[in-house]
């Protein structure tokens, strides 16, 4: 299986999976624009499977930071902000900074993390984080 993988582009630019970019002013995002992101950004330190690597990369499989607060979760991505919920030095690896994603990009990763791999948390949408991500800019 060949895999493709995106590179990080500039805010509003077309990136893998824009096919399943939801339109201007969607609320709720795109079915597949998530898990396009997860394969092309995410999938190879956490795996396909979500289980990451033991001691290197968290699982993101029943994790408490992608179950808990959107916003705590969307700074991580973004901006690299821990989570109080995540503790330090428990991983040799950092989380790198994907401060490229619209509000609807993260709103979509976010919502595949939290309904896949076993998860069962509610979707997210753009507006739920705007506040947060924008404060932060």
Known sequence: MSRQRSSPAAPGSSIAGAADAPSAGSASPA???GAS????NCSACHQQSGLGIPGVYPSLAGSPVVLGD???LALWIIEGRRPASMPHGRYSTAMPHFGWLSEADAA??????RSSFGNHATPVDAATLAG???DSR
């Open 70 to 72: 959107p916003k705590a």
């Open 31 to 33: 079915p597949g624009r």
């Open 37 to 40: 992101l997860f394969e092309g």
């Open 108 to 113: 979509a990763l976010l919502t595949y993390l």
């Open 132 to 134: 947060a991500l924008e």
